[in-house]
């Protein structure tokens, strides 16, 4: 668990990896769609997004299996991580703005974590291809961890405890509509970022605003005004309470 003595009174900043931290998405649903279509499967990455985007392996895999009654085993998985790995290596991206926002972020001692749908591996290389791994080491948490992935709240009220602060002090930057439901499930304010080159996908957007997030943003320097906001406004509805 972090030291809670190390951070000030502001909130746990959470952070989901792909298409929040790393403009990974497309790289991803790239890969996933050509496998699958070499094994005889017929999917769009359109359908890839709308099925898969925020969720957990587990949740890939018990949906090939049960809708599309294609088993998803230990080769197919272990080409498919060698594939994305690879290609993450040559063409992998960090989400413009991140390390600076990071920084600030930083700069004003708020607690920062990450919580993923990816594996811990992959979240770490990811995160080392990027640069931005020591702006966040030792505070990353997978759906592995926990029972139940996103939409489920599980990951986020597991980073929460871990890192020693309450859900309702906790701001998820989130992209994906699962991500999304997962943290207003645990009780946080969830601020919706919509700058992945994902975010041009048919009805993306849509399916965002569905889902009432406290905020929407689309350009990652915006966070440390966004978190600095939602400060100020929940210290205003502190002090009115106490009047």
Same mark, same amino acid.
């Given at each position: ?83 994305? #790995?690879?290609?993450?290596?040559? %063409? *992998?991206? $960090? ?7 990071? =920084?600030? &972020?930083? +700069? ?95 009805? #993306?957007?849509?399916?965002?605003? %569905? *889902?009432? $997030? ?7 320097? =915006?966070? &440390?005004? +966004? ?17």
């Amino acid at each position: 668990m972090a030291d809670k003595a190390s951070f000030n009174s502001g909130p746990l900043v959470i952070f989901d990896c792909d298409g929040v931290l790393v403009d990974s998405e497309p790289l991803s649903v790239r890969v996933l769609v050509e496998a699958l279509n070499r094994h005889g499967v017929d999917m769009a990455e359109e359908e890839a997004y709308q099925r898969f985007l925020g969720r957990s392996l587990a949740t890939m895999r018990q949906v090939m299996d049960e809708e599309y009654g294609f088993h998803t085993g230990p080769e197919f998985l272990e080409t498919l991580r060698i594939d994305l #790995y690879d290609l993450f290596k040559t %063409e *992998l991206e $960090p989400i413009r703005g991140i390390a600076e926002t990071l =920084d600030a &972020l930083a +700069l004003l001692n708020l607690p920062r974590c990450v919580a993923s749908s990816s594996q811990p591996e992959r979240i770490r290389l990811s995160l080392a291809i990027t640069g931005i791994l020591d702006k966040l080491e030792p505070h990353i948490f997978s759906a592995s961890m926990v029972k139940n992935g996103k939409p489920a709240p599980d990951l986020f009220l597991h980073a929460a405890d871990q890192m020693g602060i309450a859900p309702e002090n906790c701001i998820v930057i989130e992209d994906s509509p699962a991500g999304i439901e997962a943290a207003k499930r645990a009780g946080m304010t969830v601020f919706a970022f919509t700058g992945g080159s994902h975010a041009c996908a048919p009805g #993306y957007r849509e399916r965002i605003d %569905e *889902l009432s $997030p406290d905020v929407v943003f689309d350009a990652m320097p =915006d966070l &440390l005004q +966004l978190v600095q906001n939602h400060m100020e406004g929940r210290s205003a509805a502190a002090s009115r309470r106490a009047l």
